[in-house]
């Protein structure tokens, strides 16, 4: 994924406030699975899927549009962990090359 939209990402998940998970729109979205709420944030043609924990977004997956997986997981179908996880695993490679 280039670095450009990946800080996009970044960028979008850190401002988003209450009051936009108060009043979603198409570029937030919300559902509920197995008794959790899950958001859903757009940037470009990424899709950030996410829960709040203690005040804290907590990102479970990061995919891109169009792609098995983000189709899968919106709609419910069994997908395997490894799938998503080697989706997203050079976002996640940069994230922890940001701590250095």
Not at 25 to 52: H, Q, S
Request: charged share 30%.
């Amino acid at each position: 994924m280039p670095v450009e939209e990946q800080l996009k990402l970044v960028d979008r998940i850190s401002n988003i406030t209450s009051e936009q998970l108060s009043n979603l729109d198409e570029a937030l979205g919300k559902f509920n699975r197995n008794g959790m709420t899950y958001y859903r944030v757009r940037v470009g043609d990424l899709r950030c899927y996410f829960e709040i924990k203690e005040d804290t977004l907590f990102s479970h997956y990061i995919l891109h549009r169009n792609t098995i997986a983000d189709f899968a997981y919106r709609n419910k179908l069994p997908v395997t962990q490894e799938t998503m996880t080697e989706e997203t695993n050079s976002f996640w490679k940069y994230i922890e090359s940001l701590k250095h």
